[in-house]
C-alpha cells in the first residue's frame, strides 16, 4: 500500500515536470494536457485530470487511494520549441514502454537544465536578418535594408539586456522599442534609410507576439477559455508596450 | 522580379524567426519552406485584389496543411512548423498603424486599423483550425475505411 502510494506521487512527478517544461516553452494548452495524461495512462494511472492555465497546473489523479492532487506554479513563460520537440519525443518514447519513471525523470530534468541551442549572438544575428527581409516582404525599398537589419538586431538585444535587468517583461518590450523607434529616426534623419514607418515595422517584428495571439485564439476555439484570455491578455500587453514605445518617439518629434 | 524577392526573403524571415524561437536545428530548413508558402499564397492573393482577411484565412489553412505534413512526416509537434508560417501573417504592420493614428489623436482610423488587425488575427487562427477539423475528418474516414475492410 505504501508502496503504490510513493509510486502514484512518483508518476505525477514526472506528469508535472513534463507539462511544466512544455507550458514554459510555450506549447499549446491542449498539447500539455494530452501529453500529461498520456504518461500517466502509460504508467498505469488512467485515472486522471490536468487542468492547465498559463499561469499553474492542477493535476490529479484517481485510483483506488483517495484521489492526489498536486499543484505547481508558472512564473516565467518563454518560446523553446526544441524543449517542446524534445518533451514530446520522451512523452513518445515512454508510451512505447522504454522508459521506467525513474530514468524518464532524470531526462526531463536534463531537458529542463539544458540552455538553449543557439548562442545569444546567433539570436541577435537571427533577428536582424528577419527584420530586414520583413522590410523587403512589407514592400520597402532594398536601401532601408540596412537600418532596419542594424535597428532590428539592436533593438531584439537591448529587449534581452533590459529583461535581464529588470524582469518585467512590460518594461523591457516598452523600452526596446523606444530604441528601436530612436534608430529609426536617427537613420531617417541623416538620410540613410528611407521610410521611417517600413523601418520600424521591420524591426518590430521579432518583438511582437505573433504566437501568443494565434494560441489565444486557438485556445479560446478549444475550450481553454481561462488559458485563451489569460494569453491573448499577455500579448495585448506586449503589443501595448511596443506600440507605447514607439508612440513616445511620434509625440516627441 | 518581385515575387523572387518575396520568395527569398520570406524564406529567411521564416527560418530566422525559429531560431529566435530556439526550434530545433533539423527542421530549420522546412519551417522556412513553411513560411515560404504561406506567404507567397498570402501575396499573390494579396496583390491579385483578393480581401485581406480572406487571403488570411486561405494562406494559414495552407500552412497548417503544410505543417501537418512535416509534422507527422518527421514526428515533430505541429506548433513548430505553423508558428513559422504564421509570422509573416501577423498583421504588424496594421498594428502598428493602428497605434500611430490613436496616438496622433486620429481615433475613427485607429478604432478601423485595429478591428482589422483582430479580424485578421481571428482569420489565421479560423484558417489553422478549419484545416485541423479536415485532418480529423480525414483521419475518421480512414479509420472507418479500415475498419469496413476488415469487417
Known amino acids: 500500500m505504501e508502496m503504490e502510494k510513493q509510486e502514484t506521487y512518483d508518476i505525477m512527478a514526472v506528469c508535472l515536470l513534463a507539462g511544466k517544461i512544455m507550458l514554459q516553452s510555450g506549447a499549446e494548452t491542449y498539447r500539455v494536457e494530452d501529453t500529461m495524461m498520456r504518461i500517466a495512462s502509460s504508467f498505469g494511472a488512467y485515472q486522471s485530470h490536468p487542468y492547465v492555465t498559463p499561469t499553474g497546473i492542477l493535476f490529479s489523479v484517481e485510483g483506488d487511494e483517495p484521489t492526489k492532487t498536486k499543484l505547481i506554479r508558472i512564473v516565467e513563460r518563454t518560446t523553446d520549441l526544441e524543449k517542446v520537440a524534445q518533451v514530446n519525443g520522451i512523452s513518445r518514447r515512454i508510451s512505447a514502454g522504454e522508459f521506467t519513471i525513474e530514468e524518464a525523470y532524470k531526462e526531463l530534468k536534463m531537458i529542463s537544465a539544458s540552455g538553449s541551442p543557439y548562442s545569444l549572438w546567433i539570436h541577435v544575428l537571427a533577428a536582424a536578418v528577419s527584420s530586414g527581409c520583413f522590410l523587403i516582404m512589407f514592400q520597402g525599398e532594398w536601401r532601408d535594408f540596412l537600418p532596419a537589419f542594424i535597428t532590428g538586431g539592436l533593438g531584439f538585444l537591448s529587449l534581452l539586456y533590459f529583461h535581464q535587468l529588470v524582469p518585467i517583461k512590460f518594461f523591457s518590450e516598452f523600452s526596446a522599442s523606444l530604441l528601436i523607434g530612436l534608430q529609426a529616426l536617427f537613420f531617417v534623419s541623416t538620410g540613410i534609410g528611407g521610410e521611417l514607418d517600413k523601418i520600424i515595422i521591420g524591426s518590430v517584428m521579432p518583438l511582437v507576439p505573433g504566437l501568443l495571439i494565434t494560441n489565444a485564439v486557438r485556445d479560446l476555439m478549444a475550450g481553454h477559455l481561462i488559458s485563451g484570455l489569460a494569453k491573448g491578455a499577455d500579448a495585448f500587453l506586449t503589443a501595448f508596450a511596443i506600440g507605447a514605445g514607439i508612440a513616445v518617439i511620434f509625440s516627441f518629434f | ?151
Not at chain 2, 524577392?5 to 527542421?27: L, M, Y
Not at chain 2, 479536415?134 to 475498419?147: E, Y
Open chain 2, 1 to 151: 522580379m518581385t515575387i523572387v524577392e518575396q520568395i527569398i526573403t520570406s524564406f529567411i524571415a521564416s527560418a530566422a524567426f525559429v531560431i529566435i524561437f530556439n526550434g530545433p536545428k533539423r527542421s530549420l530548413f522546412h519551417c522556412g519552406l513553411v513560411g515560404m508558402i504561406g506567404w507567397i499564397f498570402y501575396f499573390l492573393l494579396e496583390t491579385n485584389g483578393v480581401d485581406m482577411v480572406l487571403a488570411t484565412v486561405i494562406a494559414s489553412f495552407t500552412i497548417a496543411i503544410a505543417s501537418q505534413y512535416f509534422a507527422k512526416k518527421y514526428k515533430t509537434p505541429v506548433i513548430i512548423y505553423s508558428v513559422a508560417g504564421i509570422i509573416p501573417l501577423v498583421p504588424g504592420g496594421i498594428a502598428y498603424n493602428a497605434m500611430r493614428s490613436f496616438v496622433e489623436n486620429d481615433y475613427n482610423v485607429a478604432i478601423n486599423l485595429a478591428a482589422k488587425a483582430f479580424m485578421i488575427s481571428g482569420s489565421i487562427a479560423i484558417g489553422l483550425v478549419f484545416s485541423e477539423v479536415v485532418n480529423q475528418i480525414i483521419r475518421k474516414s480512414k479509420l472507418k475505411t479500415i475498419v469496413n475492410k476488415t469487417h
